[in-house]
């Protein structure tokens, strides 16, 4: 059993950053990738960044995310990170984590956050 708290989010105005936390509990957390997700209000929840377990660790991230989001973890904080810099108003969502199983094109969530608000204003 895995539990995630997300913290981090709030209101910021376009160009700043935030950087978001998702702490776990369980002893299973490094057994898992850990994967952002992010739901705009009257749109479906679309994926963000992707992170497989350490060493070795890849990752993914949506096109629209690239470049300006790095996603990264401390498995000894039980803890994943989703930096956010240069946002846009279109990035404002509310953002969720996820211990996440499979590849990229059949990933799956077995556990999720409760989310936390992101609001980027113009």
């Known amino acids: 059993q895995v539990q995630l708290v997300e913290s981090g989010g709030g209101l910021v105005q376009a160009g700043g950053s935030l950087r978001l936390s998702c702490a776990a509990s369980?002893?299973?957390?490094?057994?898992?990738?850990m994967a952002w997700f992010r739901q705009a209000p009257g749109k479906e929840r679309e994926f963000v960044a992707r992170i497989t377990r350490s060493p070795g660790a890849t990752f993914y991230y949506a096109d629209s995310v690239k470049g300006r989001f790095t996603i990264f973890r401390d498995n000894a904080k039980n803890t994943v990170y989703l930096q956010m810099n240069s946002l846009k108003p279109e990035d404002t969502a509310v953002y969720y984590c996820?211990?996440?199983?499979?590849?990229?094109?059949?990933?799956?969530?077995?556990?999720w956050g409760q989310g936390t608000q992101v609001t980027v204003s113009s």
């Open positions: 369980g002893r299973t957390f490094s057994n898992y990738a």
């Open positions: 996820a211990a996440v199983q499979g590849t990229i094109a059949t990933m799956t969530a077995d556990y």
